[in-house]
């Protein structure tokens, strides 16, 4: 996918090797795709920061040449609902969707090789960790009983959920995962 200039301009980026890296985010917001390609080259990675307080951000798709979300990435982001992640990314950062209070569902490619989702709930792929659940999805939540660990601030800021049913089968839970 190669977007218009117009909609390129919308990011900026550093080339390192050949690849592309997002570093940050200048556009109007709404539902946004990042391109797969800029200038001729791929774009593997969103960087540190690079879309945090976008506050007019609804919607964001990731694409499948992506490979890694920095750290906090989309922090702050306070009007993003939905993020659909690509089939290549295989890291993603700490709190890279803290304080995004309307986010409700984090979906995720199937042929994704690292991560899943079930029900908007973000997994590893064979889901036994907890990655993060989004904080404006609303009510009680019971966790599957595959997870072993729930990851740092996985539950962070999920001030819309009524309660959470813990399975026996929890070893881990990290840091500030249910810091309220």
């Known amino acids: 996918l190669t977007l218009p ?7 900026t980026f550093t080339t390192n090797n050949g690849t592309i890296t997002i570093t940050g985010y200048t556009g109007s917001g709404g539902d946004v795709t990042i391109p797969s390609t800029t200038n001729g080259y791929s774009v593997t990675s ?14 964001l798709t990731i694409p ?5 979300i920095g ?3 989309f922090m702050d982001c306070s009007s993003l609902t939905n993020v659909m992640i690509g089939s290549s ?22 042929l994704n090789p690292a991560y899943s989702s079930l029900d908007g709930v973000l997994f590893n792929k064979n889901q036994t960790a907890l990655i993060q659940y989004p904080e404006g999805k609303s009510g009680s939540y019971s966790i ?12 962070y800021s999920c001030y819309s959920l009524t309660s959470v049913t813990i399975p026996n089968s929890i070893t881990n839970i990290g840091n500030n995962a249910f810091r309220y």
Do not use: K
């Open 5 to 11: 200039a117009v909609v390129q301009a919308q990011f």
């Open 46 to 59: 969103i960087g540190d920061y690079a879309f945090s307080e976008c506050t007019n951000l609804t919607s």
């Open 64 to 68: 499948n040449s992506v490979t890694s």
């Open 71 to 73: 750290n906090s990435a």
């Open 89 to 110: 990314v295989t890291s993603i950062g700490n709190w890279a969707f803290v304080d995004c209070y309307n986010l409700t569902s984090i979906m995720v490619n199937a």
């Open 144 to 155: 599957p009983s595959s997870v072993t660990s729930i990851r740092n601030s996985a539950f």
